[in-house]
Protein backbone atom coordinates (compact mmCIF):
# COMPACT_ATOMS: atom_id res chain seq x y z
CA UNK A 1 0.00 0.00 0.00
CA UNK A 2 1.35 2.73 -0.96
CA UNK A 3 0.95 6.40 1.16
CA UNK A 4 -0.52 9.44 -0.87
CA UNK A 5 1.76 12.15 -0.83
CA UNK A 6 0.45 15.72 -1.94
CA UNK A 7 2.98 18.59 -2.26
CA UNK A 8 1.23 22.23 -2.15
CA UNK A 9 3.25 25.06 -3.81
CA UNK A 10 2.46 28.13 -6.27
CA UNK A 11 5.99 27.39 -7.46
CA UNK A 12 5.78 25.27 -10.60
CA UNK A 13 9.60 24.99 -10.46
CA UNK A 14 9.47 23.70 -6.69
CA UNK A 15 6.88 21.13 -7.58
CA UNK A 16 8.52 19.84 -10.42
CA UNK A 17 11.61 19.36 -8.44
CA UNK A 18 10.07 18.17 -5.48
CA UNK A 19 8.09 15.51 -7.77
CA UNK A 20 11.70 14.03 -9.54
CA UNK A 21 13.27 13.79 -5.74
CA UNK A 22 10.45 11.66 -4.62
CA UNK A 23 10.01 9.70 -7.88
CA UNK A 24 13.30 8.53 -8.12
CA UNK A 25 13.54 7.89 -4.15
CA UNK A 26 10.56 5.29 -4.78
CA UNK A 27 7.42 7.09 -3.44
CA UNK A 28 4.72 6.45 -6.35
CA UNK A 29 1.78 7.78 -5.19
CA UNK A 30 2.64 11.81 -5.25
CA UNK A 31 -0.12 14.72 -6.41
CA UNK A 32 1.34 18.36 -7.02
CA UNK A 33 -0.88 21.25 -6.75
CA UNK A 34 -0.33 25.25 -7.61
CA UNK A 35 -3.40 26.45 -5.91
CA UNK A 36 -4.48 26.05 -1.85
CA UNK A 37 -7.77 26.52 -2.55
CA UNK A 38 -8.38 23.44 -5.21
CA UNK A 39 -6.30 21.57 -2.45
CA UNK A 40 -9.16 23.17 0.62
CA UNK A 41 -11.86 22.14 -1.48
CA UNK A 42 -10.90 18.47 -1.80
CA UNK A 43 -10.89 18.23 1.91
CA UNK A 44 -14.10 19.62 2.44
CA UNK A 45 -15.53 16.71 -0.03
CA UNK A 46 -13.77 14.28 1.97
CA UNK A 47 -10.72 13.44 0.27
CA UNK A 48 -7.86 12.02 1.88
CA UNK A 49 -4.47 11.87 1.52
CA UNK A 50 -1.45 10.77 3.83
CA UNK A 51 1.23 13.71 3.92
CA UNK A 52 0.61 17.04 2.71
CA UNK A 53 3.38 18.76 1.90
CA UNK A 54 2.47 22.60 2.63
CA UNK A 55 4.39 26.21 1.16
CA UNK A 56 3.63 28.73 3.69
CA UNK A 57 3.84 31.84 1.64
CA UNK A 58 0.86 30.99 -1.09
CA UNK A 59 -1.32 33.71 -2.52
CA UNK A 60 -5.15 32.88 -1.94
CA UNK A 61 -4.57 31.14 0.96
CA UNK A 62 -1.97 30.90 3.20
CA UNK A 63 0.32 28.05 4.08
CA UNK A 64 -0.77 28.32 7.66
CA UNK A 65 -4.61 28.70 6.90
CA UNK A 66 -4.48 25.42 4.79
CA UNK A 67 -2.78 23.75 7.53
CA UNK A 68 -5.82 24.25 9.94
CA UNK A 69 -8.20 23.19 7.22
CA UNK A 70 -6.08 19.87 7.19
CA UNK A 71 -6.48 19.75 11.04
CA UNK A 72 -10.13 20.45 10.91
CA UNK A 73 -11.38 18.19 8.12
CA UNK A 74 -8.30 15.72 7.88
CA UNK A 75 -7.11 15.53 11.29
CA UNK A 76 -5.07 12.25 10.58
CA UNK A 77 -2.68 13.87 7.65
CA UNK A 78 0.55 14.56 8.30
CA UNK A 79 2.09 17.70 7.52
CA UNK A 80 5.14 18.93 6.88
CA UNK A 81 5.36 22.62 6.11
CA UNK A 82 7.80 24.26 3.50
CA UNK A 83 9.02 28.13 3.88
CA UNK A 84 11.78 29.93 2.34
CA UNK A 85 12.65 32.23 5.27
CA UNK A 86 14.00 30.65 8.43
CA UNK A 87 11.81 31.87 11.11
CA UNK A 88 11.65 30.54 14.64
CA UNK A 89 8.44 32.07 15.53
CA UNK A 90 6.87 30.75 12.49
CA UNK A 91 7.89 27.27 13.01
CA UNK A 92 6.76 27.27 16.37
CA UNK A 93 2.94 28.45 15.22
CA UNK A 94 3.05 25.66 12.30
CA UNK A 95 3.84 23.02 15.22
CA UNK A 96 1.35 24.35 17.78
CA UNK A 97 -1.08 24.35 15.19
CA UNK A 98 0.11 20.12 14.08
CA UNK A 99 2.22 20.57 11.74
CA UNK A 100 4.74 17.45 12.33
CA UNK A 101 7.54 18.88 10.75
CA UNK A 102 9.01 22.14 9.35
CA UNK A 103 11.55 22.51 6.61
CA UNK A 104 13.40 25.42 4.91
CA UNK A 105 14.36 25.89 1.57
CA UNK A 106 16.39 24.62 -0.24
CA UNK A 107 15.81 21.28 0.84
CA UNK A 108 17.92 19.14 0.24
CA UNK A 109 16.65 15.22 -1.15
CA UNK A 110 18.10 13.49 1.98
CA UNK A 111 16.48 16.25 4.42
CA UNK A 112 12.92 15.72 2.17
CA UNK A 113 12.98 11.79 2.15
CA UNK A 114 13.98 12.09 5.54
CA UNK A 115 11.03 13.86 6.86
CA UNK A 116 9.04 12.58 4.53
CA UNK A 117 9.20 9.11 6.03
CA UNK A 118 9.64 9.82 9.40
CA UNK A 119 5.87 11.33 8.94
CA UNK A 120 4.73 7.71 7.25
CA UNK A 121 6.08 5.93 9.84
CA UNK A 122 4.28 8.26 12.57
CA UNK A 123 0.97 8.40 10.56
CA UNK A 124 1.18 4.27 10.92
CA UNK A 125 1.74 4.39 14.56
CA UNK A 126 -0.84 6.93 15.13
CA UNK A 127 -3.49 5.05 12.89
CA UNK A 128 -2.71 2.04 14.68
CA UNK A 129 -3.33 3.51 18.02
CA UNK A 130 -6.31 4.95 16.50
CA UNK A 131 -7.29 1.75 15.61
CA UNK A 132 -7.24 -0.16 19.36
CA UNK A 133 -9.05 2.59 20.77
CA UNK A 134 -12.08 2.65 18.03
CA UNK A 135 -15.15 1.01 18.76
CA UNK A 136 -16.19 1.07 15.18
CA UNK A 137 -14.88 -1.81 12.23
CA UNK A 138 -12.10 -0.34 10.63
CA UNK A 139 -12.02 -0.08 6.49
CA UNK A 140 -9.46 -1.76 4.67
CA UNK A 141 -7.77 0.22 1.45
CA UNK A 142 -6.77 -3.04 -0.31
CA UNK A 143 -9.70 -5.55 0.81
CA UNK A 144 -8.56 -8.07 -2.30
CA UNK A 145 -5.56 -8.98 -0.48
CA UNK A 146 -7.57 -9.86 2.56
CA UNK A 147 -10.35 -11.86 1.24
CA UNK A 148 -9.39 -14.81 1.81
CA UNK A 149 -9.66 -14.20 5.31
CA UNK A 150 -13.28 -14.61 6.12
CA UNK A 151 -14.88 -13.13 9.49
CA UNK A 152 -17.09 -10.91 10.65
CA UNK A 153 -15.55 -10.46 14.03
CA UNK A 154 -14.66 -6.72 14.92
CA UNK A 155 -11.40 -7.87 16.67
CA UNK A 156 -10.29 -9.59 13.51
CA UNK A 157 -11.52 -6.53 11.35
CA UNK A 158 -9.27 -4.39 13.84
CA UNK A 159 -6.25 -7.36 13.39
CA UNK A 160 -6.67 -7.24 9.69
CA UNK A 161 -6.46 -3.53 9.79
CA UNK A 162 -3.62 -3.19 11.64
CA UNK A 163 -1.56 -5.70 9.47
CA UNK A 164 -2.19 -3.31 6.15
CA UNK A 165 -0.79 -0.60 8.19
CA UNK A 166 2.34 -2.20 8.81
CA UNK A 167 2.05 -4.12 5.44
CA UNK A 168 3.34 -0.63 4.10
CA UNK A 169 6.01 -0.07 5.93
CA UNK A 170 8.92 -2.96 5.95
CA UNK A 171 9.18 -3.44 9.87
CA UNK A 172 9.35 -7.19 10.27
CA UNK A 173 6.08 -8.91 11.91
CA UNK A 174 5.48 -11.71 14.45
CA UNK A 175 2.16 -12.92 13.95
CA UNK A 176 1.13 -15.39 17.10
CA UNK A 177 -1.80 -17.63 17.54
CA UNK A 178 -2.76 -21.30 18.24
CA UNK A 179 -2.13 -23.73 15.56
CA UNK A 180 -4.73 -23.30 12.51
CA UNK A 181 -6.40 -19.91 13.39
CA UNK A 182 -4.94 -18.46 10.35
CA UNK A 183 -1.51 -17.16 10.63
CA UNK A 184 -0.09 -18.17 7.19
CA UNK A 185 -3.18 -17.08 5.69
CA UNK A 186 -2.22 -13.41 7.38
CA UNK A 187 1.30 -13.73 6.19
CA UNK A 188 0.08 -13.91 2.85
CA UNK A 189 -2.65 -11.17 2.71
CA UNK A 190 0.22 -8.95 4.56
CA UNK A 191 2.47 -9.80 1.32
CA UNK A 192 -0.10 -9.40 -1.16
CA UNK A 193 -0.75 -5.45 0.60
CA UNK A 194 2.57 -5.02 0.48
CA UNK A 195 4.51 -2.70 -2.51
CA UNK A 196 6.37 -6.20 -2.44
CA UNK A 197 3.03 -7.77 -3.67
CA UNK A 198 4.85 -8.52 -7.28
CA UNK A 199 7.37 -9.91 -5.82
CA UNK A 200 8.51 -13.11 -4.33
CA UNK A 201 6.38 -14.54 -0.98
CA UNK A 202 9.01 -17.19 0.35
CA UNK A 203 7.24 -19.23 3.49
CA UNK A 204 9.77 -21.51 5.03
CA UNK A 205 8.87 -23.93 7.96
CA UNK A 206 11.56 -24.01 11.22
CA UNK A 207 10.56 -27.12 11.91
CA UNK A 208 12.20 -28.66 8.73
CA UNK A 209 15.40 -27.19 9.04
CA UNK A 210 18.50 -28.65 10.82
CA UNK A 211 21.54 -26.78 11.43
CA UNK A 212 23.06 -27.78 8.60
CA UNK A 213 20.18 -27.67 5.71
CA UNK A 214 19.68 -24.20 7.36
CA UNK A 215 23.16 -22.79 5.99
CA UNK A 216 22.46 -24.57 2.77
CA UNK A 217 18.75 -23.49 2.63
CA UNK A 218 19.18 -20.06 4.07
CA UNK A 219 22.34 -19.09 2.57
CA UNK A 220 23.21 -20.73 -0.02
CA UNK A 221 26.95 -21.78 -1.77
CA UNK A 222 29.24 -20.44 -4.21
CA UNK A 223 31.00 -23.10 -6.50
CA UNK A 224 33.53 -25.32 -5.44
CA UNK A 225 32.13 -24.37 -1.61
CA UNK A 226 32.51 -28.15 -0.63
CA UNK A 227 32.57 -31.35 -1.90
CA UNK A 228 29.71 -31.45 -4.23
CA UNK A 229 29.28 -27.88 -4.50
CA UNK A 230 29.52 -27.76 -8.14
CA UNK A 231 27.59 -24.37 -9.45
CA UNK A 232 26.74 -21.63 -7.61
CA UNK A 233 23.19 -21.60 -5.92
CA UNK A 234 21.44 -19.16 -4.67
CA UNK A 235 19.37 -19.62 -0.92
CA UNK A 236 15.98 -18.63 0.48
CA UNK A 237 17.65 -15.39 0.88
CA UNK A 238 19.21 -14.26 -2.48
CA UNK A 239 15.47 -15.99 -3.95
CA UNK A 240 13.85 -13.39 -1.90
CA UNK A 241 15.55 -9.95 -2.35
CA UNK A 242 12.94 -7.23 -2.51
CA UNK A 243 9.90 -9.75 -1.35
CA UNK A 244 8.83 -11.34 1.55
CA UNK A 245 10.22 -13.86 3.44
CA UNK A 246 7.84 -15.93 5.92
CA UNK A 247 9.57 -17.98 9.21
CA UNK A 248 6.73 -20.37 10.42
CA UNK A 249 7.29 -22.25 14.05
CA UNK A 250 9.83 -19.32 14.40
CA UNK A 251 9.85 -20.91 18.51
CA UNK A 252 11.07 -24.21 17.23
CA UNK A 253 14.77 -22.68 15.76
CA UNK A 254 17.54 -23.80 17.74
CA UNK A 255 19.24 -20.87 19.84
CA UNK A 256 22.53 -21.52 17.42
CA UNK A 257 20.03 -20.55 14.19
CA UNK A 258 18.52 -18.15 15.69
CA UNK A 259 22.00 -16.20 16.12
CA UNK A 260 22.41 -16.03 12.64
CA UNK A 261 19.46 -15.23 11.62
CA UNK A 262 19.03 -12.16 13.71
CA UNK A 263 22.83 -11.27 12.23
CA UNK A 264 20.48 -11.28 8.87
CA UNK A 265 18.17 -8.96 10.63
CA UNK A 266 20.39 -6.12 12.00
CA UNK A 267 22.95 -6.19 9.38
CA UNK A 268 20.37 -6.51 6.12
CA UNK A 269 23.34 -8.69 4.57
CA UNK A 270 24.56 -12.18 4.53
CA UNK A 271 27.48 -14.40 3.25
CA UNK A 272 27.06 -17.07 1.02
CA UNK A 273 28.62 -20.68 2.11
CA UNK A 274 32.08 -20.20 0.46
CA UNK A 275 32.31 -16.44 -0.22
CA UNK A 276 34.57 -13.78 1.34
CA UNK A 277 32.05 -11.26 0.96
CA UNK A 278 29.03 -10.58 2.17
CA UNK A 279 25.65 -9.56 0.08
CA UNK A 280 23.33 -7.44 0.88
CA UNK A 281 19.04 -8.05 0.96
CA UNK A 282 16.30 -6.34 1.29
CA UNK A 283 13.42 -8.59 2.76
CA UNK A 284 10.70 -7.75 4.66
CA UNK A 285 10.41 -10.72 7.54
CA UNK A 286 7.28 -12.26 8.84
CA UNK A 287 7.67 -14.86 11.69
CA UNK A 288 5.03 -16.77 12.99
CA UNK A 289 4.32 -18.83 16.10
CA UNK A 290 2.35 -21.00 18.42
CA UNK A 291 4.21 -21.18 21.40
CA UNK A 292 4.35 -18.07 23.93
CA UNK A 293 8.17 -16.59 23.02
CA UNK A 294 7.87 -14.78 26.30
CA UNK A 295 8.20 -18.03 28.33
CA UNK A 296 10.91 -19.73 25.79
CA UNK A 297 13.21 -16.74 26.49
CA UNK A 298 12.50 -17.48 30.27
CA UNK A 299 13.87 -20.78 29.90
CA UNK A 300 16.65 -19.13 27.71
CA UNK A 301 15.13 -21.05 24.33
CA UNK A 302 14.56 -18.37 22.51
CA UNK A 303 16.77 -14.67 22.17
CA UNK A 304 15.06 -12.15 23.49
CA UNK A 305 17.34 -9.58 21.36
CA UNK A 306 15.77 -11.97 18.09
CA UNK A 307 12.20 -11.41 20.03
CA UNK A 308 12.54 -7.79 19.94
CA UNK A 309 13.98 -7.83 16.21
CA UNK A 310 10.97 -9.60 14.96
CA UNK A 311 8.23 -7.90 16.78
CA UNK A 312 8.38 -4.35 14.97
CA UNK A 313 4.31 -5.54 14.65
CA UNK A 314 2.99 -7.71 16.70
CA UNK A 315 -0.43 -9.44 15.58
CA UNK A 316 -1.88 -12.15 17.91
CA UNK A 317 -5.14 -14.36 15.92
CA UNK A 318 -7.72 -15.08 18.73
CA UNK A 319 -8.82 -19.07 18.79
CA UNK A 320 -12.07 -19.66 16.70
CA UNK A 321 -13.45 -20.39 20.10
CA UNK A 322 -13.24 -16.76 20.96
CA UNK A 323 -14.85 -15.80 17.78
CA UNK A 324 -17.83 -18.53 17.54
CA UNK A 325 -20.43 -16.15 14.86
CA UNK A 326 -17.66 -16.92 12.34
CA UNK A 327 -18.46 -20.40 12.89
CA UNK A 328 -21.29 -20.63 10.96
CA UNK A 329 -19.62 -18.14 8.18
CA UNK A 330 -16.98 -20.29 7.95
CA UNK A 331 -19.06 -23.38 7.32
CA UNK A 332 -21.05 -21.66 4.45
CA UNK A 333 -17.59 -20.23 3.24
CA UNK A 334 -16.01 -24.10 3.33
CA UNK A 335 -19.36 -25.43 1.68
CA UNK A 336 -19.12 -23.39 -0.92
CA UNK A 337 -15.85 -23.83 -2.02
CA UNK A 338 -16.38 -27.12 -2.53
CA UNK A 339 -17.46 -29.45 -5.53
CA UNK A 340 -20.68 -27.77 -6.52
CA UNK A 341 -21.97 -30.54 -7.69
CA UNK A 342 -21.33 -32.65 -4.29
CA UNK A 343 -21.83 -29.98 -1.91
CA UNK A 344 -24.86 -29.90 0.39
CA UNK A 345 -27.08 -26.20 0.46
CA UNK A 346 -28.06 -26.77 4.01
CA UNK A 347 -26.43 -27.93 7.29
CA UNK A 348 -29.05 -29.46 9.41
CA UNK A 349 -29.88 -27.37 12.79
CA UNK A 350 -28.54 -29.91 15.02
CA UNK A 351 -25.58 -30.23 13.40
CA UNK A 352 -25.10 -26.48 13.20
CA UNK A 353 -25.64 -26.26 16.90
CA UNK A 354 -22.97 -29.13 17.65
CA UNK A 355 -20.14 -27.53 15.20
CA UNK A 356 -21.26 -24.04 17.08
CA UNK A 357 -20.90 -25.61 20.69
CA UNK A 358 -17.61 -27.19 20.04
CA UNK A 359 -13.99 -25.83 20.91
CA UNK A 360 -11.92 -26.31 18.52
CA UNK A 361 -8.60 -26.94 19.85
CA UNK A 362 -7.48 -27.21 16.09
CA UNK A 363 -9.14 -24.04 15.23
CA UNK A 364 -9.94 -23.46 11.41
CA UNK A 365 -8.15 -26.23 10.02
CA UNK A 366 -10.16 -28.39 12.30
CA UNK A 367 -13.30 -26.89 11.10
CA UNK A 368 -12.48 -26.75 7.34
CA UNK A 369 -11.27 -30.05 7.44
CA UNK A 370 -14.46 -31.59 9.27
CA UNK A 371 -16.60 -29.40 6.77
CA UNK A 372 -14.91 -30.91 3.94
CA UNK A 373 -15.58 -34.36 5.29
CA UNK A 374 -19.07 -34.25 6.09
CA UNK A 375 -19.36 -32.65 2.98
CA UNK A 376 -18.18 -36.03 1.73
CA UNK A 377 -20.22 -37.95 3.84
CA UNK A 378 -23.39 -36.03 2.95
CA UNK A 379 -23.22 -36.78 -0.93
CA UNK A 380 -25.14 -33.48 -1.11
CA UNK A 381 -27.90 -34.31 1.48
CA UNK A 382 -27.86 -31.74 4.26
CA UNK A 383 -25.20 -31.57 6.54
CA UNK A 384 -26.68 -33.73 9.92
CA UNK A 385 -24.99 -34.52 12.97
CA UNK A 386 -24.30 -37.93 11.31
CA UNK A 387 -21.94 -36.46 8.85
CA UNK A 388 -19.74 -35.28 12.09
CA UNK A 389 -17.00 -37.10 13.80
CA UNK A 390 -17.78 -38.55 16.86
CA UNK A 391 -15.41 -36.97 19.28
CA UNK A 392 -17.41 -33.53 18.27
CA UNK A 393 -20.49 -34.91 18.85
CA UNK A 394 -19.30 -36.15 22.17
CA UNK A 395 -16.97 -33.30 23.76
CA UNK A 396 -19.53 -30.86 22.22
CA UNK A 397 -20.17 -28.72 25.22
CA UNK A 398 -24.20 -28.82 26.69
CA UNK A 399 -26.31 -27.06 24.59
CA UNK A 400 -26.28 -23.22 26.10
CA UNK A 401 -28.78 -20.88 24.49
CA UNK A 402 -27.33 -18.51 22.15
CA UNK A 403 -27.31 -17.40 18.56
CA UNK A 404 -27.25 -20.84 17.31
CA UNK A 405 -30.29 -22.44 19.50
CA UNK A 406 -33.08 -21.01 17.79
CA UNK A 407 -34.12 -19.75 14.19
CA UNK A 408 -33.40 -21.85 10.54
CA UNK A 409 -29.89 -23.12 9.58
CA UNK A 410 -30.40 -23.38 5.96
CA UNK A 411 -27.25 -21.32 4.44
CA UNK A 412 -29.74 -18.20 3.18
CA UNK A 413 -29.87 -18.01 6.87
CA UNK A 414 -26.73 -18.20 7.77
CA UNK A 415 -26.01 -15.47 5.33
CA UNK A 416 -28.92 -13.33 6.51
CA UNK A 417 -27.69 -13.58 9.88
CA UNK A 418 -24.17 -12.41 8.99
CA UNK A 419 -25.61 -9.64 6.30
CA UNK A 420 -27.97 -8.16 9.21
CA UNK A 421 -25.24 -7.82 11.93
CA UNK A 422 -22.77 -6.21 9.83
CA UNK A 423 -25.72 -4.06 8.58
CA UNK A 424 -26.21 -2.85 12.46
CA UNK A 425 -22.53 -2.74 12.76
CA UNK A 426 -22.29 -0.10 10.47
CA UNK A 427 -25.32 1.66 11.97
CA UNK A 428 -27.21 0.87 9.20
CA UNK A 429 -25.15 2.55 6.50
CA UNK A 430 -25.90 1.13 3.34
CA UNK A 431 -23.44 1.91 1.42
CA UNK A 432 -20.81 0.97 4.27
CA UNK A 433 -22.49 -2.19 4.73
CA UNK A 434 -22.40 -3.11 1.10
CA UNK A 435 -18.59 -2.20 1.32
CA UNK A 436 -17.70 -3.90 4.22
CA UNK A 437 -19.65 -6.95 2.41
CA UNK A 438 -18.07 -6.51 -0.55
CA UNK A 439 -21.11 -6.90 -2.41
CA UNK A 440 -22.68 -4.44 -4.82
CA UNK A 441 -25.01 -1.75 -3.05
CA UNK A 442 -28.27 -3.20 -5.26
CA UNK A 443 -27.51 -6.60 -4.45
CA UNK A 444 -27.48 -5.09 -0.69
CA UNK A 445 -31.03 -3.20 -1.66
CA UNK A 446 -32.00 -6.50 -2.50
CA UNK A 447 -31.24 -8.92 0.22
CA UNK A 448 -32.63 -6.39 2.96
CA UNK A 449 -36.06 -6.10 1.10
CA UNK A 450 -36.36 -9.52 0.82
CA UNK A 451 -35.75 -9.49 4.48
CA UNK A 452 -38.38 -6.85 5.00
CA UNK A 453 -35.62 -4.57 5.81
CA UNK A 454 -36.08 -1.57 3.43
N1 LIG B 1 -10.33 -16.67 8.49
C1 LIG B 1 -10.18 -17.71 7.65
N2 LIG B 1 -10.98 -17.82 6.58
C2 LIG B 1 -10.86 -18.88 5.75
N3 LIG B 1 -9.98 -19.87 5.92
C3 LIG B 1 -9.15 -19.81 6.97
C4 LIG B 1 -9.20 -18.72 7.89
N4 LIG B 1 -8.24 -18.91 8.82
C5 LIG B 1 -7.63 -20.06 8.51
N5 LIG B 1 -8.16 -20.61 7.41
C6 LIG B 1 -7.79 -21.89 6.79
O1 LIG B 1 -7.42 -22.76 7.86
C7 LIG B 1 -6.25 -23.51 7.55
C8 LIG B 1 -5.17 -23.22 8.56
O2 LIG B 1 -4.72 -21.87 8.36
P1 LIG B 1 -3.17 -21.48 8.51
O3 LIG B 1 -2.28 -22.53 7.92
O4 LIG B 1 -3.00 -20.10 8.00
O5 LIG B 1 -3.04 -21.52 10.11
P2 LIG B 1 -1.76 -21.35 11.02
O6 LIG B 1 -2.17 -20.52 12.17
O7 LIG B 1 -0.60 -20.87 10.20
O8 LIG B 1 -1.50 -22.84 11.50
P3 LIG B 1 -0.17 -23.51 12.15
O9 LIG B 1 0.17 -22.76 13.40
O10 LIG B 1 -0.60 -24.89 12.46
O11 LIG B 1 0.89 -23.43 11.10
C9 LIG B 1 -5.88 -23.14 6.12
O12 LIG B 1 -6.46 -24.08 5.25
C10 LIG B 1 -6.51 -21.78 5.93
O13 LIG B 1 -6.81 -21.55 4.59
Known sequence: MESHIVVIDDEVDFLDSVRR????????????????????????????????????????????????????????????M????????????????????????????????????????RKRLVDILDISKSNDVPSLRKPDAFAEIVTSDT??????????????????????????????????????????????????????????????????????AFTGAQTNR??????????????????????????????????GEFIKIGASRPQQVDIR???????????LIVRKRFRKDLFYRLRGGWLHLPPLRQRKDDIPLLVDHFIQSADARFAPKEVTHEALVLLYNYAWPGNIREL????????NLSQGAPIAPGHLPDHLVQKSSPRKRGVMDDGPVALQEVEKRHILKI????????????????ISLSTLHRKLESYGVA
Open 423 to 438: YDQAEKNKSETARLLE
Open 82 to 121: VTAIDEARVAVECLRKGAYDYLVKPISKEDLVLSLSRAIE
Open 285 to 295: FIAATNADLEK
Open 368 to 375: KSVVQSAI
Open 234 to 267: AGYLEETHRGTLFLDEIGNLSVELQGKLLRVLQD
Open 155 to 224: LMFKILKEAELHAQSNVPILISGETGTGKELLARAIHRASTRSGKRYTPINMDALDSNLFSAEFFGHIKG
Open 21 to 80: GLITSGFKKVSLESDPMVIAQSLEAGKEYDIALIDITMPRLSGIELLERFKELSPQTECI
